[in-house]
């Protein structure tokens, strides 16, 4: 029973080590931070032209941004159908708002890998032994085993954190080593970003 539980002792560092380097996926590269304290209220906005992507980004990182100590607004929800190349908009809204800051995300380059398709082959019994018995299925890979021999691709993301006049207060680059769902990218690129703002 003590040599058991000497073995698990010894072997509880490693398995956190290994946890814990599967569970940062995402760096990020501070190009610019302003002296200038920033405010806990903001708009959330997730640049890109495909609204689903904008939406599901800015659902999954807010609760990050929320327990980090930040008041979050979605972009998606106050702006619906909103992408431009300035922030023209964004600040209006957020003057709107009263809120304090945006943090913009540029979505636009982002790349998620599509799930394969399995082909199956299936004999139809009631339609007789012939050619005619044999259908084809397309079923979607839903298990993320299946995507082990596809690596994963860096995503690149541009973050600014702008007051509502559009002055920049921190600017980085977030690289994140995911590439099989929007939220996984989202999640891991908002826990890095809180660290560095």
Not at 131 to 138: C, P, T
Request: with cysteine; glycine share 6%; proline share 6%.
């Amino acid at each position: 029973m003590k040599r058991l539980s000497r073995t698990t002792a010894s072997l509880l560092p490693m398995m956190l080590a290994m946890l814990s380097g599967c569970a940062s996926t995402s760096s990020v590269e501070v190009h610019y931070t302003s002296d200038t304290q920033h405010g806990t209220h903001l708009l959330l906005a997730a640049r890109t032209p495909e609204e689903r992507y904008r939406a599901e980004w800015e659902s999954a990182c807010a609760p990050i941004l929320a327990r980090a100590g930040y008041q979050v607004t979605q972009s998606h929800r106050v702006m619906p159908g909103w992408y431009e190349p300035g922030n023209t908009a964004l600040k209006q809204r957020a003057q709107d708002l009263q809120l304090q800051n945006i943090l913009v995300a540029e979505l636009t380059a982002l790349l998620v890998a599509q799930f394969p398709e399995m082909h199956e082959t299936r004999l139809n019994p009631e339609a007789g032994s012939g050619i005619a018995g044999v259908h084809e299925q397309i079923t979607p890979i839903r298990d993320y085993r299946a995507m082990r021999d596809v690596p994963p691709s860096d995503q690149n993301v541009e973050a600014t954190l702008l007051t509502t006049d559009g002055h920049p207060l921190w600017r980085g680059d977030i690289t994140t080593r995911e590439a099989n769902s929007i939220k996984a990218i989202a999640r891991s690129q908002c826990r890095a970003l809180v660290k560095a703002l």
